[in-house]
């Protein structure tokens, strides 16, 4: 993974497990160990749908750049989705409470978002190749194979 794509991947999970560490405290206190059990979950399943959702766009920025737009739309949707499926798959456990669970989730989602595209504003990765002051070949920029 390029740089840029791990400082992207870094500044959008970083603070999705402290929002996650923050509400399994709170959870745990309110709900108990079940609580903090449902918090955790939650914030891993957040990080691990989001992250493989970065990383499957990233790769399509690289292979096919004309479905980037797209792609991201079709994910975001496909990830709320699967969210959805895991609130009501869960909605009846024992394992954890599921309104911890699904508070976290909601709120860890709301989380990555933001700052996944805080990164990405902040990053000023060039979606144009500039051209060169001396008429040589433009340089490359954007991600490296």
Do not use: C
Not at 13 to 18: D, G, L, R, S, Y
Not at 21 to 32: E, F, K, L, N, Y
Not at 71 to 84: C, K, N
Not at 112 to 123: E, L, P, S, T
């Amino acid at each position: 993974m390029p740089s840029n794509d791990a400082r992207i991947l870094l500044q959008a999970a970083v603070p999705t497990a402290a929002v996650g560490a923050i509400a399994a405290v709170v959870s745990g206190v309110v709900a108990g160990g079940k609580g903090a059990i449902g918090a955790i979950v939650a914030t891993l399943v957040v990080i691990l749908f989001m992250g493989i959702g970065l990383y499957v766009l990233q790769r399509t920025a690289k292979s096919l750049p004309h479905l980037f737009q797209a792609m991201g739309l079709m994910l975001y949707a496909a990830q709320i989705l699967l969210l959805f499926i895991f609130v009501a798959a869960f909605k009846n456990t024992s394992l954890f409470n599921p309104k911890a669970f699904a508070l976290t989730l909601v709120a860890t989602t709301l989380v990555w978002i933001g700052a996944q595209a805080r990164a990405h504003v902040k990053a000023k990765i060039l979606y144009v190749e500039p051209d060169s002051s001396n008429g040589d070949k433009p340089e490359k920029t954007g991600h490296s194979s």
